[in-house]
């Protein structure tokens, strides 16, 4: 079956650091991959996605791309602020007809001033 | 624009008491409509799924059970709750099956907080 492995939180960085939040998958065929991020009460909210090979997917300076040769989906951001502290879900959906999307298990991020 | 509504956002219940949650979607025709729990400081764990009015699949066995009964509307209910029930749920949305929207990703309502005492 289809699975999504994050790296284990919580990371805690000072602000203006880099951002690396691993994600790998497992999946048949060519999956959309997605992250997804959650402010502390709140829903998740889409971030960011990527449907094919190669492609990068950006949004509020955060970026992944799509890595089919090593079937992975990091996320990085060059310079995180307070406001980006949250928990970040990496997901994908598979191909081909009804899909059901497979969540990762959150990656908490705390960024201290 | 497509929007879902959840509603109570938060919500205390004793042991053995009814439930009903409700999600609604404007804005779009025939989704799929989905049920997560997340426990604290946990991943989502789907509970049911829905492909169209009347049609629930069930993820796990459990105390809780889910019903459409319009196009657009998705009640998550119990007879009798547990304190394993508490926990934040979200209802979620997607319609991969319009025109130029394949492998769209779910969008999801703020969730409902429950507490059982």
């Known amino acids: 079956g289809n699975s999504v492995t994050q790296m284990e939180g919580p990371v805690t960085l000072s602000e203006e650091a880099f951002l690396t939040i691993n994600c790998t998958y497992t999946?048949?065929?060519?999956?959309?991959l997605f992250w997804y991020v959650q402010y502390p009460g709140e829903g998740l909210q889409l971030l960011l996605k990527?449907?094919?090979?190669?492609d990068k997917g950006s949004n509020k300076g955060f970026e992944a791309t799509y890595r089919k040769e090593t079937t992975s989906f990091h996320l990085e951001k060059g310079s995180v602020q307070v406001s980006d502290s949250a928990v970040y879900f990496c997901a994908l959906k598979a191909s081909g007809g009804y899909q059901k999307v497979t969540f990762g298990t959150g990656t908490k991020l705390q960024v201290i001033p | 624009s497509q929007t879902i509504h959840q509603w109570p956002a938060t919500l205390v219940q004793p042991v053995g008491s009814p439930l009903s949650l409700e999600c609604t979607v404007e804005?779009?025709?025939?989704?799929?409509l989905y049920w997560y729990r997340q426990a604290a400081g946990r991943g989502l764990q789907l509970l049911f799924y829905?492909?169209?009015?009347?049609?629930i699949s069930s993820e796990v066995p459990q105390n809780l059970s889910a019903s459409r009964p319009q196009d657009r509307q998705f009640i998550l209910s119990s007879k009798k709750l547990l304190l394993s029930d508490s926990g934040f749920y979200l209802c979620?949305?997607?319609?991969?099956?319009?025109?130029?929207?394949?492998?769209?990703?779910?969008?999801f309502g703020d969730g409902t907080r429950l507490s059982i005492l």
């Open positions: 999946a048949t065929g060519y999956p959309s």
């Open positions: 829905s492909v169209g009015i009347g049609q």
């Open positions: 804005g779009t025709s025939n989704p799929n």
């Open positions: 979620a949305w997607d319609n991969p099956r319009a025109v130029g929207t394949s492998n769209q990703p779910q969008h």
């Open positions: 990527a449907t094919k090979a190669d």
